[in-house]
């Protein structure tokens, strides 16, 4: 997979454009270290940026994307966990 880049996630995620990039930068790096490819696979690119929004969402200023200010859980979080079950679930006999 390519390097995904700051501008790419600033272009699949754009109400994030306001937020200085560097720190955009830094949360992208720290999700990269976290999400390894392998055990993504194909969709390592979306867990990049859904945990990426929930790291800047779980900011102070990302109040507005949580789904309780209270517990401080994102919309993102929810779509990562399910995409991380999904992805680590392993084969399924029926």
């Known amino acids: ?5 700051v501008n790419e996630f600033l272009n699949e ?4 454009r306001k937020l200085d990039q560097t720190w955009v930068g830094t ?3 720290y999700a990269k270290q976290m999400n ?4 993504f ?3 390592h690119r ?5 945990y990426t929004a929930d790291l800047l969402s779980s900011a102070p200023r990302g109040q507005q ?3 309780d200010p209270d517990d401080g859980n994102t919309i993102y979080r929810v779509q990562y ?10 084969p399924r006999v029926i």
């Open 41 to 43: 696979g194909s969709d």
């Open 81 to 90: 966990e399910r995409l991380k079950n999904a992805a680590t679930a392993g």
């Open 36 to 39: 390894s490819e392998e055990a």
């Open 13 to 16: 995620y754009p109400h994030f």
């Open 1 to 5: 997979m390519a390097d995904y880049s």
């Open 46 to 50: 979306l867990a990049l940026g859904l």
């Open 27 to 29: 949360q992208l790096a």
């Open 65 to 67: 994307a949580r789904l």
